[in-house]
């Protein structure tokens, strides 16, 4: 499985937007000032955001400081310059300063996809499409301010003048140090509009405009995005590599200049940082900006990241009272949270309501707003350089050379993360705009998490639910609720796990269909012990063969000190000793931070296999030892494991010496251990 690509945010220099004169410093980028103390010399480009928009008067201000000239915005109230330690000092005591940041460089944050939200069934709903003077409901018309890597305008479902109504970049953004320092005035950024192909590298921005907007024109349809009437201002932050602060911000300031112009009314983000490596700071500039957009109406939709179940790996642009923070999810069975999707915080002070006001001032929520689909997604191949992804072994979902008709594959290309789940939302957005434009960005969220459909999750993983694109356009057209698109909760006796047969690559022993984890109180009186139970099911067990081998994992963390812990159970055909049963784990070494494997062979693990199951039972108090220490008496009864996945291994060659394969493995949804 690959990643979808993040934005990560190394160095912006952000002036804190400060309420008045005599309030608190300006707010300073603390990777800024470890920078500039190293090397007070040299000259560090930042971004300035003043509490007001900055005049000539300012400007004479700066040159007086010494800083001879730079960029200011539009509409932003920012200067682009550089400065050295003497001169960050000085603007750091001045009261019309509200922050000061580096130029940060952020990661990029990488078709059943419109049945399983409902965007199928809203566009057959007759109800909505008579409110609509007899037209589905499309987008038509909203435009999209798509910050990315660009979009190439040239692919027929994103095509420059048609459904892409602006395709910019921002030749400015690029200055360096030194260039900026050659400045002897302050003079505008600078937007080149109308370019064919912005995308010139890897395509994320492409593949992301598609999933929101495509018209699907080259496919019949088939592969076309949630909003395919809306318009698309692609707007150029950077490449494949990252994008910058700098560029960011341009691009927010061409949205609000040309909100009108094109009406713009909602903006994606699939691209950010962790909030450990970059705390939230409503004065960084690029939450100014989005600020400023959702006070102008603009619904700002942001990745919450890509980095899993870990602390503190949320993207804390995402976490803003005015953002969206949209999580990936699977697209098939239950929609089960993507393992690679990132968590929140329970932080226990954030307002956790829908509609949350854009106060600056608020504690923010540390998880997402919303789940979408983001695991195997199909959409538009950028031209050229564009890849085709051939990872795994046919037919593996996620091959295009087996997923994608031949005729499609020079057109499309499969790809997942919150890079792709958030433009999902982001049309979702698009269509209810078109149902009632007169919705504020505060309505959309409260809207969007009151209609989600319900998921076994904690808020942290999923936030309100799995989007559903039906209702959220019904209730924006005050229009009742109808049943949710796909029933997302399990049902007793439900495997976490569940798989299509044929998937596999090797024969129907290792073909995986479900996988179950169950807990069993036992029966102490009669000498059972508690334990957890692992039932794997293929399609046809008896035509195993030696070297064949079952895993059923899932992950744990440790409440105390934040570790995450898989734990394992196998059941194997070895060729001397036939049916052999083993557990273990894989953790971080206290001493080093490095995950590693032990078992826990001595647990009292046992197993069978019966029929098409294999069937593992591991005791309780094994699993609590390998969470809490040997000895304890702490349970993990009431704990939820995360990361359920059900695999068929095969060892190729001798053991010691051989290959070990994967012919089919499959992930499942959280499993809470108790009754």
């Known amino acids: 499985m690959t990643r979808g690509i993040i934005v990560v945010l190394t160095f912006v220099l952000a002036l804190t937007l400060c309420a008045a004169s005599a309030m608190a410093a300006p707010s300073l980028d603390p990777q800024l000032v470890k920078a500039v103390n190293a090397r007070p010399t040299d000259l560090t480009p930042v971004i300035i955001t003043f509490t007001h928009k900055p005049s000539s008067i300012e400007f004479t201000q700066l040159k007086m400081l010494g800083i001879k000239g730079g960029l200011y915005f539009n509409s932003l109230p920012m200067v682009i310059t550089v400065v050295n330690k003497t001169q960050l000092d000085a603007l750091s005591r001045r009261s019309d300063v509200r922050s000061i940041y580096a130029n940060h460089h952020l990661n990029l944050l990488d078709d059943r996809s419109r049945p399983f939200i409902g965007v199928t069934a809203l566009r057959s709903d007759n109800e909505t499409t008579a409110r609509n003077r007899g037209l589905p409901i499309s987008g038509n018309g909203v435009g999209i301010a798509y910050v990315d890597t660009g979009i190439d305008g040239t692919h027929p479902d994103l095509q420059l003048g048609k459904n892409l109504a602006a395709n910019v970049f921002f030749p400015l953004a690029e200055q360096t140090a030194v260039e900026i320092a050659n400045f002897s005035q302050f003079a505008p950024v600078l937007a080149v509009e109308n370019i064919p192909n912005s995308d010139v590298e890897g395509g994320h921005g492409t593949f992301g405009a598609g999933v929101t907007a495509g018209t699907g024109q080259q496919s019949g349809g088939f592969y076309g995005g949630m909003a395919p009437g809306a318009k698309l201002v692609g707007l150029v932050a950077g490449n494949d590599v990252g994008l910058t602060s700098f560029a960011i911000v341009q691009a927010y300031d061409y949205a609000l200049v040309n909100q009108f112009r094109y009406n713009i009314r909602v903006c994606n983000n699939s691209w950010g940082t962790t909030i450990g490596d970059v705390p939230f700071d409503a004065n960084d500039p690029i939450n100014v900006?989005?600020?400023?957009?959702?006070?102008?109406?603009?619904?700002?939709?942001?990745?919450?990241?890509?980095?899993?179940?870990?602390?503190?790996?949320?993207?804390?642009?995402?976490?803003?009272?005015?953002?969206?923070?949209?999580?990936?999810?699977?697209?098939?069975?239950?929609?089960?949270?993507?393992?690679?999707?990132?968590?929140?915080?329970?932080?226990?002070?954030?307002?956790?309501?829908?509609?949350?006001?854009?106060?600056?001032?608020?504690?923010?929520?540390?998880?997402?707003?919303?789940?979408?689909s983001g695991v195997n997604i199909k959409s538009t191949?950028?031209?050229?350089?564009?890849?085709?992804?051939?990872?795994?072994?046919?037919?593996?979902?996620?091959?295009?050379?087996?997923?994608?008709?031949?005729?499609?594959?020079p057109y499309y290309t499969t790809s997942q993360g919150t890079s792709f789940s958030t433009p999902q939302v982001t049309g979702v957005v698009a269509l209810m705009m078109e149902a009632n434009p007169l919705l504020t960005p505060d309505e959309v969220v409260t809207i969007l998490r009151q209609t989600a459909t319900p998921m076994p999750y904690e808020q942290r993983v999923v936030g309100a639910g799995y989007v559903d694109a039906h209702n959220a356009v019904r209730v924006a057209m005050n229009l009742a609720v109808v049943a949710h698109p796909a029933n997302l909760m399990l049902a007793p006796g439900d495997a976490q796990v569940n798989d299509p047969a044929g998937d596999t690559g090797g024969d129907a022993a290792q073909d995986v269909l479900t996988g179950r984890f169950q807990y069993d109180p036992g029966d102490l009186a009669h000498g059972v012990q508690p334990a957890i139970v692992y039932t794997m099911t293929v399609v046809d067990l008896s035509t195993k063969q030696p070297n064949n081998a079952w895993i059923m994992s899932s992950n744990w963390r440790n409440p105390d000190t934040g570790a995450v812990i898989n734990i394992y159970v196998s059941g194997e055909e070895d060729p001397g000793l036939g049916e052999f049963y083993d557990a273990g784990k894989v953790a971080p070494d206290p001493q080093t931070g490095v995950n590693t494997q032990s078992s826990l062979s001595n647990s009292g693990v046992a197993g069978q296999m019966v029929g098409n199951q294999i069937i593992i039972r591991l005791p309780i108090k094994a699993v609590n030892e390998a969470i809490f220490g040997a000895g304890t008496t702490r349970s993990v009864v009431g704990m939820t494991s995360t990361g359920t996945e059900a695999d068929a291994q095969e060892l190729v060659g001798a053991f010691g010496g051989g290959l070990l394969v994967f012919p089919d493995t499959a992930g499942g949804v959280d499993f809470k251990v108790g009754p």
Not at 381 to 408: Q, W
């Open 289 to 372: 900006a989005t600020l400023a957009l959702h006070d102008h109406n603009v619904t700002v939709v942001f990745a919450a990241g890509n980095d899993g179940d870990a602390p503190d790996v949320i993207n804390p642009y995402s976490v803003a009272p005015w953002t969206i923070s949209v999580a990936a999810g699977d697209k098939e069975f239950k929609g089960s949270p993507a393992g690679f999707s990132s968590r929140g915080n329970n932080n226990g002070t954030g307002y956790d309501v829908a509609g949350q006001p854009g106060d600056p001032t608020l504690a923010p929520n540390l998880r997402p707003d919303i789940i979408g």
């Open 381 to 409: 191949r950028l031209k050229g350089p564009g890849l085709t992804n051939i990872a795994g072994t046919p037919p593996y979902i996620g091959n295009d050379t087996t997923t994608i008709p031949p005729a499609y594959l």
